[in-house]
Structure formats: structure tokens, C-alpha cells
């Protein structure tokens, strides 16, 4: 497995993970409980948007400029070349 392949991978579970503690936040009533999870989630949006920060230097996660067919073309092109590390 590639550094980019292992880094989005990464990435993609955190994201996962971020929409979970929503979802426990919302429903849970204790509120020290609250609290553990909204710390939990806050060091994992940090760390999800530090790794972010890394991929996008990297080159790995690329932003799309807008929803243009040819430009989206473009992009998974890119992303389905493999990366040298």
C-alpha cells in the first residue's frame, strides 16, 4: 500500500469517525459523557485537518476547482496514478 493510499485511507476513517460523535453527542444524556465526546472530537477534527494539510502539500488530495465535466476527468485521472514516494 502507497504513502497517499495508507494517508486517504486515514483520512476517509476520520472523517467516518467525525460523523459519529455527532450522532453520540446529540443522543447521549450524561453530561460528563457529553463532554469526553466532544474532546474526542475535537482532537480528531484537528488531526483530521493537520493529516488534510499534509495530503493536500503532498499532492494527495486534490480540491476540485469547480463541477466542469473535463476538469473532473482530469482530476480522477490524476488520482488514479500511482504515486512515487
Request: proline share 4%; glycine share 4%; with cysteine.
Amino acid at each position: 500500500m502507497s504513502e497517499r493510499d495508507m494517508v486517504m485511507d486515514i483520512l476517509s476513517g476520520v472523517k467516518a469517525g467525525l460523523a459519529s460523535y455527532a450522532k453520540n453527542i446529540a443522543e447521549t444524556n450524561d453530561q460528563d459523557l457529553r463532554m469526553t465526546f466532544q474532546q474526542m472530537r475535537d482532537g480528531d477534527e484537528k488531526f483530521q485537518y493537520d493529516l488534510y494539510k499534509l495530503a493536500s502539500e503532498k499532492g494527495y488530495y486534490v480540491q476540485p476547482p469547480s463541477s466542469d465535466m473535463l476538469e473532473s476527468n482530469q482530476i480522477k485521472a490524476n488520482l488514479q496514478q500511482p504515486c512515487a514516494v
